[in-house]
């Protein structure tokens, strides 16, 4: 399916990459229908691009690439709701303009996705181990 983005231009995306986002993303409920793009495979960071508004995408990582520990506590519905198989957590990236070294992911409220079911949820999670600013890149000492 041919797909239109603010970010991307027009790109041509298999219809069965969609994932259906339960409930939306924290901020754009009504935003529902979305797909992964990795525009580059040595990169880490994926773009989470919205199929409702071609002017949304977020940045998304894998937490585990920069905070190797990184095992939330996952409600137990959240396999019935997604269907099973496994499923991959990515977190939220933000990055402060022109200020890219001070990067930082969302770990309390990571977006849960089954590959297989193409469903997902963003996740709210109520546990101290984790902050919704967490650096990526460390600071040298």
């Known amino acids: 399916m041919l797909i239109s983005t603010k970010r991307f231009g027009e790109m041509e ?33 994926y773009w ?12 998304l990582v894998n937490p585990k690439l920069f905070k190797n520990d990184y ?7 959240l396999a019935e709701e997604l269907g099973e ?8 990236v933000t990055i ?17 996705v089954n590959p297989v079911s193409r469903k997902a949820r963003q996740l709210v999670l109520d546990d101290r181990l984790y902050t919704h600013r967490h650096p990526i890149i460390q600071p040298k000492p």
């Open 96 to 112: 402060p303009p022109g200020r890219p070294q001070e990067m930082t992911a969302n770990l309390l409220g990571p977006l849960a």
């Open 48 to 59: 989470l691009q919205s199929l409702d508004d071609p002017t949304l995408a977020l940045v």
């Open 13 to 45: 995306v298999p219809e069965e990459s969609v994932i259906t986002v339960l409930g939306g993303v924290i901020g754009f409920p009504e935003l529902i229908r979305y797909v992964l793009i990795q525009r580059s495979n040595d990169q880490p960071f």
């Open 85 to 92: 198989g496994e499923i991959s957590l990515f977190a939220i």
């Open 71 to 77: 095992a939330p506590q996952l409600p137990a519905s």
